[in-house]
């Protein structure tokens, strides 16, 4: 007979360490919090001992052992990797339950143990307990990868990177594996079988649990019944409650309330006014906009000066009057999805605009006359929409780029999409490039290679010949448009920067990922036609601006007012209000001005 002592001592273990944990590693509880968490956890821990107690199981067994260490590690993971990456400046994270999900843990595997005992086969016993350290292993994966995570970034697994997750496409995650070399893979492998070796062998071990008794088998049976909503079924759950699994919900939440931007079009565009001062409006012209992908001025031979002509075109376009380069264009975020939903609509970090209720470029455009397209070789990010694709398929035509597993798309292949466009209709264009995505060496044919030796890995010279690429198609581009389409304006921007020889992380770490290039290239007839725009733009070249603010920038351009338009807002406007100590970046988090490059 098994000591009550011990299962007393059982409870004090589970209690004490995750209280300590508790206390220790948030420094922002109010002192009724402590009280609160105290009891709860004081109860849990009864709880979840209860089956163990009942069935008489004794606690030095090896599976009991194991379910305890899976308990704590489980718990622990997200307040403690929450609290070192935020303690200086967020250090609360009350409202999560980790550490209760992980104390009923041991109460959960603890009882499926007892009623395995009951399993009469052998065989059918280790295969149940094989089932059960599967189920483990699953379990302990939330919690490998936190850790893992933060080993490797420095930083906890936030909602940036949830989000990121999300929305990345299959080829995206194919490139993001290739990108490590073989040994690293092997041993991410071998981590996840020995991981996944170590939970079936704990959950086998102790197979002479001994007699246990028939109330012990039937109360461990009733506990799993009655516990099984609780701790896993409904948003209410504690698994659904606890750190990393509400951030996932939470993103899936936001993706999905971003769908109401199809539903709300009607009534979006019900008010919208608009008014266009194009004074040469009745001859056909053509509007574009390319978006380019991770693109950094700090790379650009345009913007600073480097030993590379990473922007031969561009830098030309300097001694041109009719091209405008701005110096000091920053990035509202430093990921795409996040970024471009500010950047296509009205929604920025300076207001306060639901996504779905934000005019966009696109709507401005066919308001004000124009065919819109949309032209993308990005493809359709993600398994879900995302709010990029609902606003490009609010397009007249939006196209996407043929997208194959492991078959490398060049920017390139846009071009072909630019014959469909009728030079006899107004139109505007936004191509969506890949730009200089990562991995870099995918960016650019072999012919197009610069630097370096073509095929050869060399992240900081793929990135730039990724860059000279794109300089070499925007010439294209812009080329095509005034010989073919009548073009008026051609505008290239980045979502955001990188840094090449460093590993993307979701996370802002620096201004060198925000750092962005914008240009304005114009044609005379543009110049001649909306010359207040024109000089306006010219006159705030050296202004600070961040990319969310686009929307304004191109219904400047477009020379239109609306009751969707701030002018204030807008550089193609004399009363441009935002100044360097007002602007923000990192999803409004930080001020621009603390960037001392």
């Not at 933060?150 to 949830?162: E, L, P, V």
């Not at 490139?175 to 893979?185: A, D, I, Q, R």
């Not at 504690?238 to 993706?255: A, H």
């Not at 969707?564 to 602007?583: C, E, G, I, V």
Request: proline share 3%; glycine share 4%.
């Amino acid at each position: 007979m098994v000591e009550i002592v011990d299962y007393i001592i059982l409870v004090a273990v589970l209690y004490a360490v995750n209280l300590l944990v508790y206390l220790n590693f948030n420094h922002g509880l109010a002192r009724n919090a402590k009280g609160l968490q105290s009891r709860r956890y004081l109860i849990a821990s009864l709880v979840s001992v209860l089956p163990v107690a009942v069935a008489q199981v004794p606690v030095t067994n090896g599976a009991l052992l194991f379910n305890l260490a899976l308990s704590l590690v489980c718990g622990t993971a997200f307040p403690v990797i929450y609290h070192l990456s935020n303690r200086k400046s967020s250090p609360d994270y009350d409202n999560r339950i980790d550490l209760v999900y992980g104390i009923y843990l041991f109460g959960w595997f603890s009882a499926l143990k007892i009623v395995a005992s009951w399993v009469q086969n052998d065989y059918l016993y280790i295969v149940f307990c094989a089932l059960v350290g599967i189920a483990a292993f699953l379990v302990a994966l939330l919690a490998v990868i936190q850790w893992g995570y933060y080993f490797i970034f420095k930083t906890n697994f936030g909602t940036d990177s949830m989000q990121l997750v999300q929305d990345t496409d299959r080829n995206e995650a194919i490139e993001f594996v290739k990108s490590f070399n073989p040994l690293t893979l092997l041993l991410i492998c071998v981590a996840i079988l020995s991981s996944l070796a170590l939970c079936v062998w704990g959950e086998c071990m102790g197979l002479g649990v001994g007699n246990i008794p028939v109330w012990g088998f039937l109360f461990a049976l009733a506990w799993l019944v009655s516990m099984l909503k609780y701790i896993w079924v409904g948003k209410r759950s504690l698994l659904c409650r606890s750190g990393l699994v509400l951030m996932y919900l939470d993103v899936k939440e936001y993706s999905k309330r971003i769908l109401l931007y199809s539903k709300e079009k009607e009534s979006r565009l019900e008010n919208l006014e608009l008014k266009t001062f194009d004074t040469d409006a009745q001859r056909p012209h053509t509007y574009i906009m390319v978006i380019g992908e991770s693109a950094s001025r700090d790379y650009m031979s345009a913007y600073v000066d480097m030993e590379h002509d990473t922007t031969p075109w561009v830098r030309a376009c300097k001694e041109d009057r009719r091209n405008i380069i701005f110096p000091n264009a920053y990035a509202c975020a430093n990921q795409t999805v996040p970024t471009l939903e500010r950047v296509l609509t009205e929604r920025n970090q300076y207001n306060n605009k639901e996504f779905y209720e934000s005019v966009s470029v696109v709507d401005i455009a066919r308001k004000a006359g124009y065919k819109t397209y949309w032209f993308s070789n990005q493809g359709v990010i993600g398994a879900a929409e995302t709010s990029i694709t609902l606003v490009a398929k609010t397009c007249d035509v939006a196209k996407w780029t043929k997208q194959e597993v492991n078959k490398v798309q060049y920017d390139g292949a846009l071009l072909d999409f630019l014959d469909e466009l009728n030079p006899q209709e107004n139109n505007f264009v936004i191509l969506h490039l890949m730009g200089s995505h990562f991995n870099f060496i995918n960016r650019y044919p072999a012919e197009a290679t610069q630097w370096g030796e073509p095929g050869v890995q060399d992240n900081i010279l793929n990135y730039m010949n990724s860059i000279r690429y794109t300089d070499t198609l925007l010439k294209k581009i812009y080329e095509y448009g005034c010989e073919k389409l009548n073009l008026q304006a051609l505008i290239y921007f980045s979502d955001h920067a990188c840094v090449p020889d460093k590993r993307r992380v979701p996370h802002f770490t620096g201004f060198e990922n925000v750092r962005v290039p914008l240009s304005l290239h114009c044609s005379d007839s543009y110049i001649s036609n909306h010359k207040e725009r024109f000089d306006a733009m010219r006159a705030n070249k050296d202004k600070y601006f961040t990319n969310d603010l686009m929307y304004e920038f191109v219904c400047g351009v477009l020379d239109v007012r609306s009751n969707h338009f701030d002018t204030d807002n807008s550089l193609a406007h004399p009363n441009y209000k935002y100044t360097r100590d007002m602007l923000l970046t990192n999803n409004g988090q930080t001020p621009i001005n603390a960037d001392n490059r």
